[in-house]
């Protein structure tokens, strides 16, 4: 089955610098990307996504980037803001259901 | 923005009761999902749903679990015997088309089996 590897863990930046939070997959059938912010106590909202056809993809100060063949997708936060502090998970969608990554809290200090 | 909405926020529930999660996903989603979180660990798989029928389960889905769509708005989750292990947040999820990405969370019920 497909298993999402995601790191940091954590991560913590000034407010202003960027963050890069990175994730590998197992299974070369996904084909879909997604990336989710949770604040504490609410659901996944999903900020951006990529499909396995475009290499990358950007809204405002988010990007994300895949590499089909190294099974790498990427999420970048330009211009950190202190209410981008919350936990990120990626996921890989198989079939019909989406396999998440481990999570990396991202803390930005003012 | 249309939401997927979920009830309870919170059940607390004695072991060996059965619980019952609720959803009313999108109206014009054809797809719904259930999800868990144990605290501070990730998202998992638990349940894909799609004309009246699961298309996928997880090996967390065993025969404690059942989903029902029992009108044309809700979208249940049962646990038949809960066990002090099932306490996670469950988050239902909806979309429009399987391929289509997009998937929508409601906000979750928090689940302790005590």
């Known amino acids: 089955g497909e ?10 930046v000034q407010e202003g610098d960027s963050a890069v939070i990175k994730c590998t997959y197992s299974d ?4 879909y990307f997604p990336w989710y912010k949770q604040e504490l106590g609410k659901g996944p909202q999903l900020i951006i996504d990529i499909r396995s056809n475009v290499g990358e993809k950007k809204d405002q100060r988010i990007a994300v980037t895949l590499n089909k063949t190294a099974k790498h997708f990427s999420l ?12 990120y998970f990626c996921a890989a969608r198989l ?8 999570g990396t809290r991202l803390q930005v200090f003012p | 923005e249309p939401e997927v909405t979920q009830t309870p926020s ?11 999660l609720r959803c009313v996903p999108i ?10 979180q144990i605290l501070g660990q990730k998202v998992e798989f ?30 249940t989750l049962k646990i038949r015997s809960t066990k002090l292990e099932d306490s996670a947040m ?8 399987a391929n289509a990405g997009g998937y929508t969370f409601g906000s979750g019920t928090r689940l302790t089996v005590v």
Not at chain 1, 3 to 12: F, G, I, K, R, Y
Not at chain 1, 76 to 87: G, K, R, W
């Open chain 1, 76 to 87: 970048h936060i330009t211009e950190t803001q202190p209410e981008d502090s919350a936990v």
């Open chain 1, 28 to 31: 070369s059938a996904s084909n």
């Open chain 2, 10 to 20: 919170h059940q607390v529930t004695q072991m060996g009761q059965e619980v019952i």
């Open chain 2, 46 to 75: 638990l349940v894909s749903f799609y004309n009246n029928e699961i298309s996928e389960k997880s090996e967390i889905f065993d025969d404690q679990f059942s989903v029902e769509r029992p009108d044309g708005s809700n979208f």
């Open chain 1, 95 to 102: 079939s019909d259901k989406l396999i998440f990554g481990t």
């Open chain 2, 90 to 97: 469950y988050f239902c999820a909806s979309s429009e088309d």
């Open chain 1, 3 to 12: 298993n999402v590897e995601q790191h940091p863990s954590t991560l913590s």
């Open chain 2, 27 to 36: 109206s014009n989603h054809l797809y719904f999902y259930w999800y868990r």
